[in-house]
C-alpha cells in the first residue's frame, strides 16, 4: 500500500473526526525544495484522507511572527537592527515589492503552492497572536509557567533557570522580543509586567499580540486552538529530547490535550552539498527555481515516491533528467493502461495535477536533444517533434513553457555529457575516421534517401556497423564525430531523424570523403 494510504488507514483507526492536518514554516529566507517535502507529505496525507470519503482541513500555518535570529548571509549588513524583531514587523530585503519581510518569502511560496496544485488554509501566526486567538492558551502557559520548564528540562536535559517564561514580550520601545524580561503577571487583564534590555518598561497586552509564546510551548499551544490532529515534523525536531517529545509532554500535561499523529520525515539533500537544504546557508535550490526548470508534477513525483522516513538526495542535473523520464514512462502506461503495481498507480495519481491545459506528452529527455538539434528555433522544434511522432503545433502553449524550462535547464544545470553543438562543417576529429567508419557512414547516407522511421534507421546503423566487423563503440562514434565532433550523443537513430535529412547527408559523404 502506497505510504499515504497506509497512514491514513492508520490515521482513521486512531483519531477521530474532525481530521485536522496542520503543517508551516517561518519564512526567514528563500523557501526551497526541502521545504516542499513537509507540505507535500502533509498534502499527500490530505488526498488520501478525501480518497477514502473523509472531509479533512489543510492549514498551513505562516510563522511570521517569529523573530529574525541572525543576518543570514543574503541580507545587507544594516538588517542587523532588526535582529529580535518579528519578520512580520521588519522590512522587505529586498526593497519594497512587499509590505514586510515576511510577505516577501510566503507571497512567492504560496504562488509555488498554487503552481504544485496544493489548495491550503493559510494562516498567519502574527494575525492569530494580534486577534487573540492565543489568549486562553498563553493565559495556560503562564500558569503552568514551573510545570513547563520542569518538563523541557526534564526531557531536553537543558538546564533553564527559575524565573523561566514561556512568554517572550514585544517591546513596546525597540520592537523586539528577545530582549524582554516579565516581572509581573496580570492574568485577569490579559497583561504582563515586563522590562527590555533597551531601558524600556510597562504593561503588555498578550490578547492583542504583544508577544508571542516560545517555539516548542508555541507548538503545543496551536494544536489545542486550531484543533491540530496530524502533522509531520522534520528530523531536526524528531530527534529524542527535542521539539516534538517536548511539545507533545507540554499538550498533555499543560493544554490537556492529546497530541496529533505525527510523522517525522528526513531531509532533502542537494547533491554536491554537505548538510541539508537551508536559507540560513545559501544551501538550496528555491521551489520557484525548480517549477522554472521542470513541470510541477515531476516535483511532486520526485518527493513523494520516496517515504518520509528516506533521505532524498536531489540531483538537478542527470537525475532530474532521469526522474522526469521515469514520471512519463509512468504516464505513458497509465494512458495505454499497461499493467503496473498498485503503489505505481497511486503515485502518479498523486503526482497528477489536473488542469485544463493539455500537455505535451513528450519525454524531457526527448526534447532536451530537440531543442539543441534545433539550434532554438521554436519552428524548428515544431517540425522535429511531429517528424519524430509527437503531434504539436506552433500555437501550443504548454509545448512552448517546456521548450523554456528545457533551455533553462541546458543553461544551468544540465551535464556535459547531454550537451551538444551541432558543428558548422566537418569537424577535424572527422580525419581519424578509419576506412570502415568512413564507409559506415556511406551506407547510412544511402539508407537516409529511403528511411525516416527512428528505431528502424537505429538498428539499421547497429547491424551495418557489425557486418563491418565495427563493435558498437566503433559503430556510433562517426555520427557523432562528423555532426557533433564529440564522440557520443543522443540516441542515433531519433538523433538523425531529427536533424535536416539533406544535411545530415551532405554532411556524412563529406565526412567519408564520397564529394
Not at 533597551?198 to 504593561?203: D, E, L, V
Request: glycine content about 8%; aromatic content about 10%; proline content about 5%.
Amino acid at each position: 500500500m502506497f505510504w499515504p494510504d497506509r497512514f491514513a488507514d492508520e490515521i482513521i483507526q486512531k483519531k477521530k473526526e474532525p481530521f485536522v492536518i496542520a503543517t508551516g514554516i517561518t519564512p526567514s529566507g528563500h523557501i526551497h525544495v526541502g521545504n516542499l517535502r513537509e507540505v507535500l507529505s502533509a498534502e499527500g496525507i490530505h488526498r488520501a484522507l478525501k480518497d477514502k470519503g473523509e472531509s479533512p482541513r489543510f492549514l498551513y500555518v505562516a510563522d511570521d511572527f517569529d523573530p529574525l535570529r541572525k543576518v543570514y548571509p543574503f541580507l545587507p549588513e544594516d538588517f542587523s537592527r532588526y535582529v529580535g524583531m518579528p519578520l512580520s514587523k521588519i522590512p522587505d530585503p529586498h526593497g519594497d515589492c512587499h509590505k514586510s519581510y515576511s510577505e516577501h518569502f510566503l507571497s512567492e511560496f504560496f504562488e509555488n503552492l498554487e503552481i504544485l496544485g496544493i489548495k491550503v488554509e493559510k494562516l498567519s501566526a502574527t494575525k492569530m497572536y494580534e486577534q487573540g486567538k492565543y489568549t486562553e492558551v498563553i493565559k495556560e502557559a503562564l500558569k503552568n509557567s514551573e510545570k513547563i520548564r520542569e518538563i523541557l528540562e526534564k526531557i531536553s536535559g537543558r538546564k533553564i533557570p527559575r524565573g523561566w517564561s514561556p512568554f517572550r514580550v514585544l517591546c513596546g520601545e525597540c520592537g523586539r522580543m528577545t530582549a524582554t524580561t516579565i516581572t509581573k503577571l496580570f492574568l485577569d487583564k490579559n497583561e504582563v509586567e515586563y522590562e527590555c534590555e533597551c531601558g524600556n518598561s510597562g504593561n503588555a497586552d498578550f490578547s492583542k499580540g504583544e508577544g508571542k509564546l516560545v517555539w516548542r510551548v508555541d507548538w503545543a499551544a496551536r494544536w489545542k486552538m486550531l484543533g491540530v490532529n496530524i502533522e509531520p515534523y522534520g528530523k531536526d525536531h524528531g530527534t529524542k529530547g527535542g521539539s516534538y517529545d517536548t511539545a507533545a509532554a507540554i499538550s498533555r500535561d499543560v493544554f490537556k490535550y492529546e497530541p496529533p499523529f505525527g510523522f517525522m520525515f528526513d531531509f532533502i539533500y542537494l547533491k554536491g552539498k554537505r548538510g541539508k537544504m537551508a536559507s540560513s546557508t545559501g544551501n538550496l535550490i528555491s521551489a520557484s527555481e525548480i517549477l522554472s526548470v521542470v513541470p510541477p508534477e515531476i516535483v511532486r513525483y520526485i518527493i513523494l515516491k520516496s517515504k518520509p522516513q528516506q533521505f532524498i538526495q536531489f540531483d538537478p542535473g542527470e537525475g532530474l533528467l532521469q526522474a522526469v523520464d521515469e514520471f512519463v514512462r509512468l504516464e505513458e502506461d497509465q494512458k495505454k493502461k499497461k499493467k503496473i503495481s498498485e503503489d505505481q498507480k497511486r503515485l502518479y495519481e498523486i503526482s497528477e495535477i489536473k488542469g485544463d491545459q493539455e500537455k505535451v506528452w513528450v519525454t524531457f529527455r526527448h526534447l532536451v536533444n530537440v531543442v539543441q538539434a534545433a539550434q532554438g528555433d521554436f519552428s524548428e522544434i515544431v517540425r522535429i517533434l511531429n517528424r519524430t511522432g509527437v503531434k504539436v503545433s506552433k500555437e501550443d502553449r504548454s509545448l512552448q513553457d517546456e521548450v523554456n524550462r528545457v533551455e533553462k535547464w541546458l543553461g544551468e544545470y544540465a551535464p556535459e555529457n547531454v550537451k551538444f553543438e551541432i558543428q558548422g562543417k566537418v569537424p577535424a576529429e572527422a580525419k581519424k575516421l578509419s576506412d570502415k567508419q568512413k564507409e559506415l557512414l556511406g551506407k547510412i547516407a544511402e539508407e537516409l534517401e529511403k528511411e525516416s522511421d527512428p528505431e528502424k534507421l537505429h538498428n539499421f546503423v547497429y547491424e551495418t556497423g557489425k557486418s563491418l566487423g565495427l563493435s558498437p563503440g566503433e559503430t556510433f562514434k562517426p555520427i557523432y564525430i562528423s555532426i557533433l565532433g564529440k564522440d557520443y550523443g543522443p540516441k542515433a537513430g531519433w538523433f538523425l531523424v531529427s536533424l535536416d535529412k539533406e544535411f545530415v547527408i551532405k554532411r556524412f559523404k563529406e565526412a567519408s570523403c564520397l564529394i
